[in-house]
């Protein structure tokens, strides 16, 4: 089953090779929990997690990574035996993230996979976990096209084309908008379809097919967006829809400031990093965004254990992916209680059974694609903190 892993790899490496006049150099993998000495050991169940810790999605592969570790040490066995976890960096690219997986699968011999922060990462896996039956659980990737057609792929968040929706329906109803205009990280899968979904839902509402007036793209990694900003701006649309990644986004805000733009700015999940906060300043204050979980509406006695937990080893309020990160990882080792043998494909089949599973970010059921049907939590930055604004329920 693995054999064909090795060509892919040989191929991989010709492909690097041929690109490393226009890459960045491949990162350092993040070491492991436990020495590799423990692949042979019987008493040991490894867990893959590949995640960014290196390049422009970092910051959102830590969190994660943080809410994964959390539970390993909440509940680190099953069946009897410990739970490593084996975590890998995928270098916030989506080459470096197959080659992570097939890592995991062929060298670690992990019987299930968390991850990735980035829907482009967790895609670039998708053919890799299903052709050698090795479930995943993506904690945060919200594009459909990450479990679509693949029954080895799950996640724990809701989709895009709820998002959108719900942020189409903040613009209409909460802001009365009734002209947008989106400014799109193009080189993002997740920018692209969160902005279409959003586009869909917002001429739906407005009953207006050119209702949105402007879309500007830009891609990851850009430092200047005043072209796209005037561009948008000069439609004068009632509001901004930005999906990106939080770096770019907390500049497109300060810039937009800078230039006296004084339109609202909403966006989407990927918002909700420390780092937004701090690179945008005084400029993001307003801004209001979509995410999967508040630590001010615990909905579960499992929210209570992890934001009790959490609290006491950080001493602060966790994000919302790191909720995530931590329900994947119990989600997982409920699957492998339930198959009651280290076996990927019985644990595939346990995962694909879920429902009414109390996860800390919410109840937990899984549909026929292996999406989670979850409701979605509104936010407002205010005074430099992540304020509760409301929670939405699946439409």
């Known amino acids: 089953m693995k054999k064909w892993i090795s060509i892919f790899l040989v191929m991989l490496l010709v492909l690097s090779v041929g690109l490393v006049g226009c890459s960045s150099p491949t990162p350092t993998e993040a070491p492991s929990d436990e020495p590799d000495e423990a692949a042979g050991d019987d008493d040991v169940i490894k867990i893959g997690v590949f995640q960014p810790l290196t390049g422009a999605n970092a910051a959102g592969g830590a969190l994660e990574v943080e809410g994964s570790r959390l539970a390993n040490e909440l509940y680190p066995e099953v069946l009897g035996k410990k739970i490593e976890l084996v975590v890998v960096d995928n270098g916030s690219d989506a080459v470096q993230a197959a080659s992570a ?95 279409r979904f959003f586009e869909q839902a917002f001429i739906e509402l407005t009953g207006d097919p050119n209702s949105i007036v402007e879309i500007s793209d830009y891609q990851t990694g850009d430092q200047d967006f005043s072209s796209q900003i005037l561009n948008v701006s000069g439609k004068a649309p009632d509001v901004i829809f930005a999906p990106g990644n939080f770096t770019e986004s907390a500049l497109i805000i300060q810039q937009a400031k800078n230039l006296g733009v004084t339109i609202p700015f909403i966006g989407g999940d990927t918002w909700e990093t420390p780092e937004f906060i701090e690179i945008g300043a005084d400029a993001v204050e307003g801004a209001v965004f979509s995410t999967f979980f508040t630590s001010e509406v615990p909905i579960t006695p499992e929210s209570e254990i992890f934001l009790d937990a959490y609290r006491s080893k950080y001493g602060k309020e966790p994000a919302a992916v790191t909720a995530l990160g931590y329900d994947a990882y119990i989600l997982i080792r409920d699957a492998i209680e339930r198959a009651g043998a280290v076996d990927p494909i019985k644990i595939r089949d346990e995962i694909a059974k879920t429902s009414g599973f109390p996860g800390a970010a919410g109840v937990i059921n899984l549909d026929e694609n292996g999406d989670a049907v979850k409701s979605a939590v509104i936010k407002i930055v205010e005074n430099g903190e992540f304020v509760y604004l409301d929670t939405i329920e699946p439409y």
């Open 101 to 195: 997986v097939a890592r995991l699968i062929e060298s670690e011999n992990v019987v299930a996979i968390i991850g990735s922060w980035g829907s482009t990462y967790s895609m670039a896996a998708g053919d890799l976990v299903r052709d050698n039956q090795v479930p995943a659980v993506a904690a945060s990737a919200t594009n459909p096209m990450v479990t679509l057609d693949n029954d080895y792929y799950f996640r724990v968040c809701f989709l895009d084309p709820f998002q959108g929706t719900v942020m189409a329906n903040y613009a209409y109803n909460n802001l009365g908008a009734r002209t947008a205009g989106i400014i799109r990280e193009v080189s993002s899968d997740y920018a692209v379809g969160l902005a």
